[in-house]
């Protein structure tokens, strides 16, 4: 069984979908500590062929990722909404992602609820069954990086853990195998597909692949973004 493990981003580009659909269970890292202004609370997405950020406002303390909480949560989510309606989503797939933008319209405080509703609906629509999990809810204390993400590859039953491609900066491999886990490594290229750009913008929220790839192609466009390698 391949476990991947992946911070809760927040609308995140096709990569993020790949390594769920080259895993069997994704853990979403929800208990180690935010970075601001990463992927976490923004990303990129096309206003009339031009690549700006959509972002949701946070508090400045220091906190794990899923204690985060959103600056003024319904005026911050009313914002994004009228940036998606008016700015982003065409007529034509309005009614397909209705279901998300709904979620902006929900009682949410904490950015990592958003960010993980916001994943499930995304994976709804792509028509993934893989399992997402919460690490802080796995019960596996922490000690180092790379002894905590072989302890939740082990408790989520894996026998393989699908890295991203920095993963062979920093994690101790040899530790994996020492305990007969299988370590690999995703590399993601996005495959160009045609948007409302001069020249085609690679890893953008997966919000512009869905707005301008078919729902019958979407997912082949996706997953041969990938290279997986042992």
């Not at 309606?85 to 309005?94: N, Y």
């Not at 405080?109 to 499930?120: A, P």
């Amino acid at each position: 069984m391949i476990v991947t493990i992946h911070q809760p981003e927040f609308l995140p580009y096709a990569g993020f979908f790949s390594k769920l659909m080259h895993s069997d269970i994704m853990i979403l890292l929800d208990d180690v500590f935010f970075n601001k202004n990463y992927f976490q609370n923004r990303n990129r997405i096309m206003i009339n062929g031009e690549v700006s950020y959509v972002t949701v406002p946070v508090q400045k303390k220091r906190a794990l990722i899923k204690d985060v909480q959103i600056i003024e949560p319904r005026r911050s989510l009313d914002k994004i909404i009228k940036t998606l309606t008016q700015h982003v989503l065409s007529a034509s797939c309005r009614h397909s992602l209705h279901g998300l933008v709904d979620i902006f319209r929900l009682d949410i405080k904490l950015l990592c609820d958003l960010n993980c509703r916001l994943l499930f609906q995304l994976r709804k629509i792509l028509g993934l069954g893989q399992p997402v999990l919460l690490a802080s809810e796995l019960g596996v204390p922490y000690t180092n990086k790379s002894q905590y993400l072989l302890d939740l590859v082990k408790r989520a039953g894996g026998s393989a853990y699908l890295s991203g491609a920095a993963g062979v900066t920093y994690l101790d491999a040899s530790l994996f195998l020492r305990k007969r886990v299988k370590v690999m490594y995703h590399h993601y290229h996005c495959v160009e597909y045609t948007h409302d750009a001069p020249a085609f913008v690679p890893n953008l929220s997966i919000i512009d692949l869905l707005m301008n790839v078919s729902p019958e192609n979407i997912k082949d466009v996706i997953y041969n973004g990938a290279q997986v390698v042992s």
